[in-house]
């Protein structure tokens, strides 16, 4: 079992920048590949962005590519997701979760977080 939690979303103006966290516990953090998922009032949760194992291999939604980048501290088994330049359409509630597969993958996630509310507004 891998525990996730995590924090650092809130209310931003648009053009304005949020970086969340994503705390991991339980198994070797490092044997885990990393994503951020969201999931926005009345639609599915759709894929931001992941990292490999090392963290020497990132992926980004085109939706998001350019302006969040995706990281990780495997030292402190955390990994963090930089928002930059957020837009009205950013805002949901964004989730990490870990993967077994070596990644950075968009699919076969086993453990996830309980999400933390980003609201960008206008």
């Known amino acids: 079992q891998v525990q996730l939690v995590e924090s650092g979303g809130g209310l931003v103006q648009a053009g304005g920048s949020l970086r969340l966290s994503c705390a991991a516990s339980?198994?070797?953090?490092?044997?885990?590949?990393m994503g951020w998922f969201r999931q926005a009032p009345g639609k599915g949760r759709e894929f931001a962005a992941a990292?490999?194992?090392?963290?020497?291999?990132?992926d980004y939604a085109s939706s998001v590519k350019g302006r969040f980048t995706v990281s990780r501290d495997n030292a402190k088994n955390m990994v963090f997701l930089q928002m930059n330049s957020l837009k009205p359409e950013d805002t949901a509630v964004y989730y990490c979760?870990?993967?077994?597969?070596?990644?950075?993958?968009?699919?076969?996630?086993?453990?996830w977080g309980q999400g933390t509310q980003v609201t960008v507004s206008s």
């Open positions: 979760a870990a993967s077994s597969r070596g990644g950075p993958t968009r699919t076969g996630y086993e453990f």
């Open positions: 339980g198994r070797t953090f490092s044997g885990y590949a």
């Open positions: 990292i490999s194992l090392s963290g020497g291999s990132t």
